[in-house]
């Protein structure tokens, strides 16, 4: 008895080789009779049929493809040429001197190579990383577009610096043409005040930013502005609350360099913390403030009063000045609260203020320091809701109004000499848009500003 083995072998189809073993037996004399025995009655004609259209259809899917791959190997060839003229054009680029550069459409070439990037990326995504040939295309292309954009940085920073430079040099020239102007004058005598009036502002010189820091937009700060102080020296710096109204301390430094280093610095505490809770019934209103004679000066919290504090010992004093408007009344364009401007120059010490009587015109009053009270005042023709601010100088009345974010104009005056009022124009350059407080330095010819946060000052100059 033999055992047939026949293995039948179909065609391969997608599932791989499908075997199946038959047994047979051996049926008399040579013959082997195979007894097959096959899972369907019939041969699977029909299954074969399907599978020959599979393999036919695959065939063809495999021809498509490298028909596909070969097209865009001739589309790579094409990119390949454009990124090799794109890289010449490119060295030639980097082989000119900046200043050539700026002739250089870079926005042409930004667009060219962006749509070979799009290109190689579609390619990319089809053929998924294995096509070493768009890789590297792929690779080149990112590095091309990534020196354009270096040498477009590299071009626009030296255009760029170049304006900054040529700016910087006009306006040194400016400075120097007024320095040159300003030393031309004769200088009027410090505390003398038989001249012909102002002549020039300096330019803005920035100090530093107050010490509480940029959120304490509106305050004053100056140095002592006594003709006679006992501390020349002395300087003051006074932020108001964020809220643009109240004033808890001021902070003194003994001299310029402690200022400048913020440091030997004395905090002098106005309003007071009693169980939890503020107390600012000696606390300041507004930015009006001035050091005189090392008491500072300033408009008392929530009333009409002046208030006085010695910077010494902190003696307290203060005094209702009739008829003023208080609480935010008429105070000046765009500065909230400052409804009492304290001010000094040769003449004494001075407040700016303004009644319901005078319908918000200004009113100077002469401050009498030993009686703590105006002891003489002058109503002006100037409204003061329509100044920016004002202050003081040999007894005549300066306002200014903003022009544009930039420039302040001194626009009006009043001499309390003659009882009268004129308009003026003399230009300011600000550092900041908003001038909460300015006042003027006697002993030194010089305005202090406090300007969004920003410490300011300026140098005057008078005609002889
Ligand atoms: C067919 O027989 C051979 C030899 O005995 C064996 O190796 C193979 O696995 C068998 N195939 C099937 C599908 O039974
Ligand atoms: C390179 O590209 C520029 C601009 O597209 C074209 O004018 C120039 O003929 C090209 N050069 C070559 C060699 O293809
Ligand atoms: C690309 O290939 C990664 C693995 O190499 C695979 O995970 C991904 O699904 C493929 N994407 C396409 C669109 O074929
Ligand atoms: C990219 O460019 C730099 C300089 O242009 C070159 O040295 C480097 O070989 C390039 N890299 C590729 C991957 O092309
Ligand atoms: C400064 O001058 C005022 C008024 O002239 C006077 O009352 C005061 O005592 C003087 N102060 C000093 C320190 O001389
Ligand atoms: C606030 O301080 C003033 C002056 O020191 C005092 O007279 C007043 O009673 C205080 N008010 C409160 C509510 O504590």
């Not at 590095?143 to 920073?157: A, C, F, R």
């Not at 501390?231 to 109204?245: I, Q």
């Not at 050091?291 to 008392?300: A, D, H, R």
């Not at 004002?390 to 009882?419: H, P, Q, W």
């Given at each position: 008895?033999?055992?047939?083995?026949?293995?039948?072998?179909?065609?391969?189809?997608?599932?791989?080789?499908?075997?199946?073993?038959?047994?047979?037996?051996?049926?008399?004399?040579?013959?082997?009779?195979?007894?097959?025995?096959?899972?369907?009655?019939?041969?699977?004609?029909?299954?074969?049929?399907?599978?020959?259209?599979?393999?036919?259809?695959?065939?063809?899917?495999?021809?498509?493809?490298?028909?596909?791959?070969?097209?865009?190997?001739?589309?790579?060839?094409?990119?390949?040429?454009?990124?090799?003229?794109?890289?010449?054009?490119?060295?030639?680029?980097?082989?000119?001197?900046?200043?050539?550069?700026?002739?250089?459409?870079?926005?042409?070439?930004?667009?060219?190579?962006?749509?070979?990037?799009?290109?190689?990326?579609?390619?990319?995504?089809?053929?998924?990383?294995?096509?070493?040939?768009?890789?590297?295309?792929?690779?080149?292309?990112?590095?091309?577009?990534?020196?354009?954009?270096?040498?477009?940085?590299?071009?626009?920073?030296?255009?760029?610096?170049?304006?900054?430079?040529?700016?910087?040099?006009?306006?040194?020239?400016?400075?120097?043409?007024?320095?040159?102007?300003?030393?031309?004058?004769?200088?009027?005598?410090?505390?003398?005040?038989?001249?012909?009036?102002?002549?020039?502002?300096s330019k803005p010189n920035l100090l530093q930013l107050n010490w509480k820091g940029a959120a304490f937009k509106s305050g004053a700060w100056g140095?002592?502005?006594?003709?006679?102080?006992?501390?020349?020296?002395?300087?003051?710096?006074?932020?108001?609350?964020?809220?643009?109204?109240?004033?808890?301390?001021?902070?003194?430094?003994?001299?310029?360099?402690?200022?400048?280093?913020?440091?030997?610095?004395?905090?002098?505490?106005?309003?007071?913390?009693?169980?939890?809770?503020?107390?600012?019934?000696?606390?300041?209103?507004?930015?009006?403030?001035?050091?005189?004679?090392?008491?500072?000066?300033?408009?008392?919290?929530?009333?009409?009063?002046?208030?006085?504090?010695?910077?010494?010992?902190?003696?307290?004093?203060?005094?209702?000045?009739?008829?003023?408007?208080?609480?935010?009344?008429?105070?000046?364009?765009?500065?909230?609260?400052?409804?009492?401007?304290?001010?000094?120059?040769?003449?004494?010490?001075?407040?700016?203020?303004?009644?319901?009587?005078?319908?918000?015109?200004?009113?100077?009053?002469?401050?009498?320091?030993?009686?703590?009270?105006?002891?003489?005042?002058?109503?002006?023709?100037?409204?003061?809701?329509?100044?920016?601010?004002?202050?003081?100088?040999?007894?005549?009345?300066?306002?200014?109004?903003?022009?544009?974010?930039?420039?302040?104009?001194?626009?009006?005056?009043?001499?309390?000499?003659?009882?009268?009022?004129?308009?003026?124009?003399?230009?300011?350059?600000?550092?900041?848009?908003?001038?909460?407080?300015?006042?003027?330095?006697?002993?030194?010819?010089?305005?202090?500003?406090?300007?969004?946060?920003?410490?300011?000052?300026?140098?005057?100059?008078?005609?002889?």
């Amino acid at each position: 008895m033999y055992l047939c083995l026949l293995t039948l072998v179909l065609l391969h189809n997608a599932a791989g080789f499908v075997a199946q073993n038959f047994t047979g037996k051996l049926n008399g004399g040579d013959h082997c009779v195979c007894e097959v025995l096959l899972p369907d009655s019939s041969f699977p004609a029909m299954r074969v049929g399907t599978l020959e259209d599979e393999t036919q259809r695959l065939t063809n899917r495999v021809e498509d493809e490298m028909q596909k791959l070969e097209e865009q190997d001739i589309r790579l060839d094409a990119y390949m040429e454009k990124l090799i003229n794109l890289t010449k054009r490119l060295e030639r680029l980097e082989k000119l001197r900046p200043e050539g550069l700026i002739e250089i459409n870079f926005d042409v070439l930004k667009k060219e190579i962006k749509e070979m990037e799009m290109v190689i990326s579609q390619l990319r995504g089809r053929v998924n990383g294995s096509n070493a040939h768009v890789e590297s295309l792929y690779k080149e292309v990112k590095n091309i577009s990534k020196s354009v954009g270096q040498l477009e940085t590299l071009d626009k920073n030296n255009v760029l610096k170049a304006q900054r430079d040529m700016e910087v040099l006009k306006k040194r020239l400016v400075d120097c043409e007024k320095t040159i102007k300003m030393k031309a004058q004769p200088m009027v005598p410090l505390g003398f005040c038989q001249h012909h009036g102002l002549s020039l502002i300096s330019k803005p010189n920035l100090l530093q930013l107050n010490w509480k820091g940029a959120a304490f937009k509106s305050g004053a700060w100056g140095k002592d502005a006594a003709w006679n102080a006992t501390k020349k020296s002395l300087y003051w710096v006074a932020p108001l609350n964020p809220d643009g109204r109240i004033l808890e301390s001021i902070r003194i430094y003994p001299s310029f360099n402690d200022i400048l280093l913020y440091k030997n610095s004395i905090d002098l505490p106005l309003s007071v913390l009693i169980n939890n809770r503020w107390n600012h019934t000696l606390g300041g209103q507004g930015a009006g403030v001035i050091v005189y004679n090392n008491n500072l000066y300033y408009n008392c919290y929530n009333s009409r009063d002046m208030c006085r504090t010695n910077l010494n010992n902190g003696v307290y004093q203060r005094k209702t000045l009739p008829n003023a408007v208080f609480n935010n009344r008429y105070s000046y364009s765009g500065v909230s609260y400052q409804d009492m401007d304290f001010a000094s120059d040769e003449k004494g010490l001075w407040v700016i203020y303004s009644t319901e009587a005078s319908a918000g015109k200004i009113v100077v009053g002469k401050v009498n320091v030993a009686t703590l009270t105006v002891e003489k005042s002058w109503t002006t023709t100037q409204k003061k809701t329509e100044v920016t601010n004002a202050f003081m100088m040999c007894g005549v009345l300066y306002a200014t109004r903003s022009v544009n974010k930039k420039t302040e104009e001194i626009f009006y005056m009043f001499d309390t000499k003659t009882g009268k009022g004129e308009q003026i124009s003399f230009m300011m350059e600000k550092m900041s848009e908003k001038v909460q407080s300015l006042s003027y330095n006697a002993n030194e010819h010089k305005l202090y500003m406090y300007s969004d946060a920003y410490l300011v000052h300026y140098d005057v100059i008078f005609k002889p």
